[in-house]
């Protein structure tokens, strides 16, 4: 097979107008503008039901796609790069999607380790994972505690607090851009946190593709920044590696490690909250039970997994998955979500404190690297117990079928969780 490094986008396309679809898109079901965006179990319950291990679907503006649901197919997808590949350029839709394509960021190419394959993947990806296993997970535990404790003192006099913006959301991205490096505080910080929201799960009115050129920018500096003066930090680690990343390389693979860590993470932590106080299992031993905390955590990547579809995978050749034809070229996102409450796979009450063959983390060569799931364990583990410790009497201030989720395919967060508490004196 010719190395993906070396096709042009021309040559990875198949001929304009080729059939990829033809027919199979018929009943095909939007992944965007769903009913189904609060309760998307109840929409992969649907597919599983009317097209088995692999349904059609459209993307935003009507791009057709397939989307992996069972749990057997998307581990094979996952584990067969030499079938289904990670370069995008294979794409046989490019010819029909504009450039301001809402999803642009997620599969437009770059030259980043989530594009990469083969060898250069191996190389890319070792970088990353050296760098990341230098990372002390007690002193990151007690960094984690730290940024806590300031954002729980923000507001624990009033009584009340909004947790997924006042907590939740802020901690992971203090945490990991103090890893590479940036001051934890300030405009700029915030500034970042809010592009890579909205290049990550954009909402109605946000532009995607400008949020995502100005992460780019802030990256940029920051490895200038760390070239000229490094420190103990993953940037610094990753750029006097032996492999010798480029500029380029550096920035497009710093923005997957903090994009990887932050909304991900921060989703956990609130949907791991919001398990905890609504949950009757969990009620009574919340504000002091670690071991329960530590179920909530594995219970949500099963049933409410912060990154419910991944796209995605291309075909390197025609090929069958789950009795579909898929041809050269198609694009298959990974249901990852839907893939962990296969039933075909899992039996009713499958889920245990030790179970943790979840899909969550994705799998295969291309799967998160290791141990970057043990670090998001330790910060969201360390958010949790520190603000139960904190606020032991925390509930929410809302009844549960007030909370919302993020109108989000892609992500799975609330868009608010308010809680009250006795107020805290200072």
């Known amino acids: 097979m010719t190395d993906p490094a070396d096709l042009s986008l021309d040559q990875a396309l198949p001929p304009p107008g080729c059939p990829a679809h033809a027919g ?24 599983r039901r009317e097209h088995g291990a ?8 009507g791009i057709p796609a397939w989307l992996v649901l069972g749990y057997t197919e998307v581990s094979y997808v996952t584990n067969h790069d030499e079938l289904f590949a990670r370069d995008s350029r294979r794409w046989n839709q490019w010819p029909s999607i504009p450039p301001d394509w809402p999803l642009m960021p997620f599969v437009g190419y770059q030259p980043s380790v989530m594009f990469a394959e083969g060898p250069e993947h191996q190389r890319r990806a070792g970088v990353i994972t050296e760098a990341l296993e230098a990372v002390d997970q007690f002193e990151l535990a007690h960094t984690c505690r730290e ?31 103090r890893l590479c490096g940036m001051p934890a505080d300030g405009v700029d910080t915030d500034d970042l946190v809010r592009d890579l929201r909205i290049s990550l799960d954009a909402a109605e009115g946000d532009d995607p593709v400008a949020a995502y050129v100005r992460v780019m920018e802030r990256m940029q500096r920051l490895v200038k920044d760390k070239r000229n003066n490094p420190g103990s930090d ?19 693979d710093l923005i997957t490690v903090i994009a990887a860590a932050q909304q991900p993470t921060a989703n956990w932590i609130c949907n791991t909250l919001r398990l905890l106080l609504t949950d009757d299992r969990f009620a009574l ?7 329960s905390v530590g179920q909530a955590l594995n219970e949500v990547l099963w049933l409410d997994t912060p990154t419910q579809n991944f796209i995605g995978r291309w075909a390197v050749r025609d090929t069958q998955l789950g009795g579909r034809h898929i041809k050269a070229g198609d694009c298959l996102v990974l249901g990852l979500a839907a893939a962990n409450t296969d039933p075909q ?5 499958h889920i245990g404190p030790e179970n943790s063959a979840h899909l969550s983390f994705s799998n295969g060569e291309h799967r998160c690297p290791y141990p970057a799931p043990l670090l998001a364990d330790v910060i969201a583990r360390t958010a949790v117990e520190t603000l139960l410790e904190r606020l032991p009497d925390v509930v929410l201030a809302v009844e549960p ?14 868009t608010a969780l308010p809680v009250s508490f006795t107020p805290v004196v200072q």
Do not use: C, K
């Open 285 to 291: 031993n919340v504000s002091g039970g670690r071991l």
């Open 54 to 61: 692999i349904a059609p679907v459209v993307l935003d503006g």
């Open 234 to 252: 993953i940037t610094s680690r990753m750029l006097s590696h032996p492999a010798g990343l480029t500029d380029e390389e550096m920035v497009v």
């Open 401 to 414: 079928n007030e909370l919302r989720w993020r109108p989000s395919i892609w992500m799975r967060g609330l």
């Open 345 to 349: 796979i899992w039996p009713e009450g």
């Open 147 to 177: 940024i806590a404790e300031g954002l729980i003192d923000a507001f624990a006099g009033s009584g009340q607090a909004e947790l997924m913006s006042a907590f939740a959301h802020a901690l992971p991205m203090r945490a990991v851009v």
């Open 24 to 47: 199979a898109q018929e009943d095909a079901v939007a992944l965007s503008g769903l009913e189904y965006q609060q309760t998307p179990s109840q929409l992969y319950r649907t597919l």
